[in-house]
């Protein structure tokens, strides 16, 4: 069974920084692409960032960002550690949310929630005004 642990949720100001992690294990390819969406009750679940895979030995890909944070928000990944993150910077209240991890089907990213094969428990971001 897939696993996807997330951890890095929690309550900041405005303007203050946060960085989410998201570790896989099972059986999960670790040549795929990996993303991070965010949903608010009552709301589709949306893009934020995704990065492709390029090498084991390389923790270097191709990124993509949603308009909305672009400038504030930079997606890695340690492919050794199965891990991804997201550094949160300048955060702002609309970016209150449950973030999601998600690994690709394939080695390419997409904005596509349907290209994602699995994905985290998701963890709560607050930002106060």
């Known amino acids: 069974q897939v696993q996807l642990v997330e951890s890095g949720g929690g309550l900041v100001e405005a303007g203050g920084s946060l960085e989410l992690s998201c570790t896989a294990s099972g059986r999960v390819f670790v040549s795929s692409a990996m993303g991070w969406f965010r949903q608010c009750p009552g709301k589709e679940r949306e893009f934020v960032a995704s990065m492709t895979w390029k090498a084991p030995a390389s923790n270097a890909g191709d990124t993509d960002y949603a308009d909305s944070v672009k400038g504030r928000f930079t997606i890695s990944r340690d492919n050794a550690k199965k891990a991804v993150y997201l550094q949160m910077n300048t955060l702002k209240p609309e970016d209150t949310a449950v973030y999601y991890c998600?690994?690709?089907?394939?080695?390419?990213?997409?904005?596509?929630?349907?290209?994602?094969?699995?994905w985290g428990q998701g963890t709560q971001v607050t930002v106060s005004s």
């Open positions: 998600a690994v690709g089907r394939t080695f390419r990213a997409s904005r596509n929630l349907n290209d994602y094969e699995y």
